[in-house]
């Protein structure tokens, strides 16, 4: 078996042993930012058009509100940076305040780091920068436009690393949430990471400024040059962010791993990351072909269905997505409200066709390995069952009638935004199939493609004036026997939609 099949099977939540963790000492928890001591750091916060500014205390000046789209400057940079993953709230609480960022994070652990190089960027001198999100400032680690040659080089020459004036890089602090999580900790860090991604190409866009994703590097000399201890943190992904204009686009984002196999024995986490790096030679990029997602869609005979038009008619996301992400928390009740079919093809346009909804083309990593299934509970116009979500045809197509709230919440652990929401969407993938495409590193693919279309989702239902949370946790063998899913979709994420609990009462059952 490969390790990312083991991996995910030895991580599987059980109803016959969940919970036999014991509990948690909070006093245990890492910090979950990177706390710099620097004596130069690049202020950022003063850009930020907010009155009073959170990081400074001060009125915004003309400046900050007066934005220039499309403007390559350190304000731009500074905005990109805080919608991506800056701090938008807090909590008071002890030992330290809990800082809620920009995107959703499991268990709010923020096991994800950001660092910036820059190559060629108005007011930055070339070299590698930490991001403190405390402060909203970036702080000068190495100086060098070698950093940058560097990264397009661990980056195999990918043309868009190489022209990019400037580019984030996330990594993983696997402790963070390894802490809590256990060796299943790996598919929330890279769940997570899918979501800050998908803010940080969605507020590019918002700039108007341009920005590629990718995954295939060696990981070996992305982490050397970021001079990260590669035990404790790894690099996930790579954004470049340009100017406007066009861009060279990425050849590939996604390149293969070799396909190891390893024992179901800890730490399976380290396995399994250590099982997906890419060597220092750049693997042969996989064609697309036999594992299209039109090719998936017949493999269950699931033809014809409920087609979803793309509504005309776009929400505040479109009009003011900055927004959207500044005011984004996930729901932590719903009431047992109805949303309406249009709001539910609206929401899934946004995730999966973007650019329809005036987003952009947002990118992606290799989401032809996942599939789409949808459980409809109280959607009007829509009877209720488990669909399957075609994402090139945009329909609906009826795999089991019915759908009881119990079994979804049961699933979802138990937790009540499970039973209580009008839709939940399945994000599953057939996990040995994506690993004879991808190699074990199909594994960070279809997390970090989960996440984004995660964090789409989520923003697209509360701009429809609607609530919406991830679920990293969820019983994974029942979701396919109780929802009729086929056996071997593997869950890899799930979303859940409903009405808020604190919404106006409106649509009621
Ligand atoms: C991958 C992932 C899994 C999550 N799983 C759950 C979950 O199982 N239950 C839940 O109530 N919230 C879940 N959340 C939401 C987080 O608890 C939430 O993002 C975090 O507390 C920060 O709050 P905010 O999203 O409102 O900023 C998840 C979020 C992510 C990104």
């Not at 919970?19 to 930012?33: E, K, N, R």
């Not at 033809?303 to 409920?306: D, E, K, L, M, T």
């Given at each position: 078996m490969s390790t990312a099949v083991t991996y995910h099977e030895a991580t599987k939540y059980h109803p016959e042993t969940i919970?036999?963790?014991?509990?948690?000492?909070?006093?245990?928890?890492?910090?979950?930012?990177k706390e710099y001591d620097c004596s130069e750091p690049v202020e950022l916060?003063?850009?930020?058009?907010?009155?009073?500014?959170?990081?400074?205390g001060r009125p915004a000046d003309d400046d900050a509100h007066a934005h220039q789209q499309g403007v390559p400057s350190l304000a731009a940079l500074s905005r990109l940076i805080f919608y991506t993953y800056g701090v938008t709230g807090v909590v008071p609480s002890e030992p330290r305040h809990l800082l809620l960022r920009a995107c959703p994070s499991a268990g709010g652990l923020y096991p994800a780091e950001c660092y910036l190089i820059v190559?060629?960027?108005?007011d930055l001198a070339p070299g590698l920068y930490g991001y403190d999100p405390t402060r909203h400032r970036l702080v000068p680690l190495w100086p060098g436009v070698e950093i940058a040659d560097a990264a397009a080089e661990a980056c195999y020459g990918n043309a868009a690393v190489l022209a990019a004036p400037a580019m984030l890089v996330i990594t993983g602090v696997f402790r963070r949430s390894s802490w809590r999580?256990?060796?299943?900790?790996y598919r929330r860090i890279l769940l997570d990471s899918g979501h800050l991604l998908a803010n940080a190409t969605l507020a590019a866009h918002a700039l108007g400024l341009r920005a590629t994703l990718t995954a295939a590097f060696c990981d070996e000399r992305l982490n050397t040059l970021l001079r990260v201890d590669a035990d404790e943190e790894g690099a996930l992904a790579l954004v470049t962010i340009h100017g406007p204009g066009p861009v060279e686009r990425p050849t590939w984002s996604a390149l293969p791993s070799p396909t190891t196999s390893s024992a179901s024995e800890p730490p399976l986490l380290d396995a399994l990351h250590q099982a997906s790096v890419l060597p220092s030679e750049r693997p042969r990029q996989v064609p697309h072909g036999e594992d299209q997602a039109d090719d998936l869609e017949n493999r269950y005979g699931l033809?014809?269905?409920?087609p979803l038009p793309i509504p005309p008619q776009t929400s505040a996301l479109t009009s003011a997505p900055l927004d959207a992400i500044l005011r984004r928390r996930s729901t932590r009740r719903y009431r047992r409200g109805t949303m309406t079919a249009t709001q539910l093809a609206r929401i899934l346009a946004y995730a999966y066709h973007p650019d329809a909804l005036g987003l952009g083309d947002q990118p992606a990593f290799d989401r032809n390995l996942l599939m789409t299934f949808v459980a409809v509970l109280?959607?009007?116009?829509l009877a209720a069952g488990v669909y399957y979500y075609a994402p090139h045809s945009n329909e609906l197509r009826l795999l089991k009638a019915e759908c009881a709230r119990e079994a979804v919440q049961f699933l979802c652990l138990g937790q009540e935004i499970g039973g209580d929401a009008t839709a939940v969407v399945f994000h599953t993938a057939d996990l040995a199939r994506a690993v004879r495409r991808q190699g074990e590193r199909a594994y960070r693919y279809l997390h970090l493609d989960a996440g984004m279309l995660g964090e789409r989702l989520d923003l697209a239902a509360l701009a429809d004036g609607l609530g919406a949370s991830g679920i990293g946790g969820f019983f994974d063998d029942r979701v396919t026997d109780l929802l009729g899913i086929p056996a071997e979709q593997a869950v890899v994420y799930i979303t859940t939609i409903g009405v808020p609990a604190a919404a106006a009462p409106a649509n009621d059952d």
């Open positions: 919970g036999q963790g014991g509990a948690l000492d909070w006093s245990l928890q890492p910090v979950p930012y916060s003063d850009f930020l058009p907010f009155d009073p500014n959170p990081f400074t190559r060629d960027w108005p999580y256990g060796e299943r900790a033809r014809g269905g409920v109280a959607v009007d116009g």
